[in-house]
């Protein structure tokens, strides 16, 4: 049977418990014959629990994909371990590449992970097999780099440097998407509650004057009344829109006051909350 020939693009949470039934259905386009998976390690090789989070994946695939996958053992230049470090593949990591039919790749950084990959023989190893036969998943920050240019999320994010582009691996133009496509993953990400996470945590917009930053503990949302209901981030929200006119001290004191209003009997976790203004 011959294999198919596959880019498949997933966000986050990759290796939860509800993309199995993706993961399932791409390793049964193969057929009888599992196909040989080989895990790229490169976007989280310069963590410190590396190994950890590669026992993690070989261990979900083997046990709810049923799929043995082997590790390529590409960490990059900046490995934990000395010994493994360097800006190119060993022959045997190059050769667990190409022979692969499924190459997985997912979280860690997508600036490193292109950092390392570009001007190896890794780009190359995956065109080929999307151009002769093979699935290529990546997933989280690998998927960011995918395209003709890719988001340095954490730089932007997490650091604060302004928004701009790198150079991506463009492994859509040879497929037919466009000499300019890129892939900004997490389109629907809530992870930030009162502010927009969505599009790779960039959102819609940054911060611009007039608005409104509230950081705050689970014990402001988890905080419960006599019934067993927690305060929520919905009543956080609204409370929040109730109060967008008052200072950052006036509606700090406002949202503990209601966060208690809703616990009469006391709090069970401490309450942390900053607001800010952006001017």
């Known amino acids: 049977m011959t294999a198919p020939r596959l880019?498949?693009?997933?966000?986050?949470?990759?290796?939860?418990?509800?993309?199995?039934?993706?993961?399932?259905?791409?390793?049964?386009?193969?057929?009888?014959?599992?196909?040989?998976?080989?895990?790229?390690?490169?976007?989280?090789g310069f963590?410190?629990?590396?190994a950890e989070v590669s026992q993690r994946a070989v261990e979900y695939f083997a046990q709810r994909v049923q799929l043995a996958i082997e590790v390529a053992g590409f960490p990059g230049p900046l490995a934990a371990d000395p010994r493994e470090r360097s800006d190119q593949p060993t022959p045997a990591t190059l050769a667990r590449l190409?022979?692969?039919?499924?190459?997985?790749?997912?979280?860690?950084?997508?600036t490193y992970a292109l950092?390392?990959?570009?001007?190896?023989?890794?780009?190359?190893?995956?065109?080929?097999?999307?151009?002769?036969?093979?699935?290529?998943?990546?997933?989280?920050?690998?998927?960011?780099?995918v395209g003709r240019f890719s988001l340095p999320v954490y730089e932007i994010y997490k650091v604060g440097k302004p928004i701009h582009w790198l150079d991506g691996l463009d492994l859509l133009s040879p497929l037919g998407f466009g000499a300019n496509c890129v892939v900004v993953p997490h389109f629907d990400n809530a992870e930030g509650g009162t502010h927009d996470t969505r599009f790779c945590y960039m959102g819609e917009r940054r911060l611009y004057s007039g608005d409104?930053?509230?950081?705050?503990?689970?014990?402001?949302?988890?905080?419960?009344?006599?019934?067993?209901?927690?305060?929520?981030?919905?009543?956080l929200i609204e409370a929040v829109e109730r109060g967008k006119d008052l200072?950052?001290?006036e509606l700090a004191a406002s949202l503990i006051e209601e966060v208690q209003q809703h616990s009469p009997n006391g709090q069970h976790?401490?309450?942390?909350?900053?607001?800010?203004k952006c001017r």
């Open 115 to 145: 950092s390392t990959w570009q001007g190896s023989s890794v780009p190359g190893a995956i065109s080929d097999k999307l151009a002769h036969g093979g699935v290529a998943i990546f997933a989280s920050a690998a998927a960011v780099t």
């Open 7 to 44: 880019l498949v693009i997933m966000g986050s949470g990759e290796t939860a418990p509800t993309m199995v039934t993706p993961h399932r259905d791409i390793v049964a386009r193969f057929g009888a014959a599992p196909p040989k998976a080989v895990l790229l390690d490169t976007p989280y």
């Open 269 to 276: 976790d401490d309450i942390t909350l900053i607001v800010a």
């Open 47 to 50: 963590q410190e629990n590396a």
């Open 212 to 235: 409104t930053l509230v950081l705050y503990t689970d014990g402001v949302t988890e905080s419960f009344n006599d019934a067993g209901e927690e305060f929520g981030e919905d009543r």
């Open 247 to 249: 200072s950052s001290q």
């Open 98 to 110: 190409r022979a692969a039919d499924l190459v997985f790749s997912g979280p860690g950084s997508p």
